[in-house]
């Protein structure tokens, strides 16, 4: 059974910073990528990011890109997204998800966290 938590989240002014952490239990981290999600009101799940099994490959949206950094630590089972030059437009919650292999897709993903709610102020 997988289970994700995520923790990071808060209230940040425009141009500020926030980190982000996803952690794993259940078996066999390291068989899965992992991928970010936001969710702002009304509007549908986005993808933000994700890493492959090794992290040796990472992909973004085109919005965050240059802003914001993924990394997994395998040993520790945890997921990291570090978040900078923070914007109002990055107002969501975040969750944290696990899936087979990288993907944009969140269908693509079977395991989700709860998500932590990022606010940034302008």
């Known amino acids: 059974q997988v289970h994700l938590v995520e923790s990071g989240g808060g209230l940040v002014q425009a141009g500020g910073s926030l980190r982000l952490s996803c952690a794993f239990s259940?078996?066999?981290?390291?068989?899965?990528?992992m991928g970010w999600f936001r969710q702002a009101p009304g509007k549908e799940r986005e993808f933000v990011s994700c890493i492959s099994w090794n992290g040796g490959d990472a992909y973004y949206h085109d919005s965050v890109k240059g802003r914001f950094t993924i990394s997994r630590d395998n040993a520790r089972n945890m997921v990291y997204l570090q978040m900078n030059t923070l914007k109002p437009e990055d107002t969501a919650v975040y969750y944290c998800?696990?899936?087979?292999?990288?993907?944009?897709?969140?269908?693509?993903?079977?395991?989700w966290g709860q998500g932590t709610q990022v606010t940034v102020s302008s």
């Open positions: 998800a696990a899936t087979g292999s990288v993907s944009r897709t969140p269908s693509d993903y079977r395991h």
């Open positions: 259940g078996r066999a981290f390291d068989a899965y990528a």
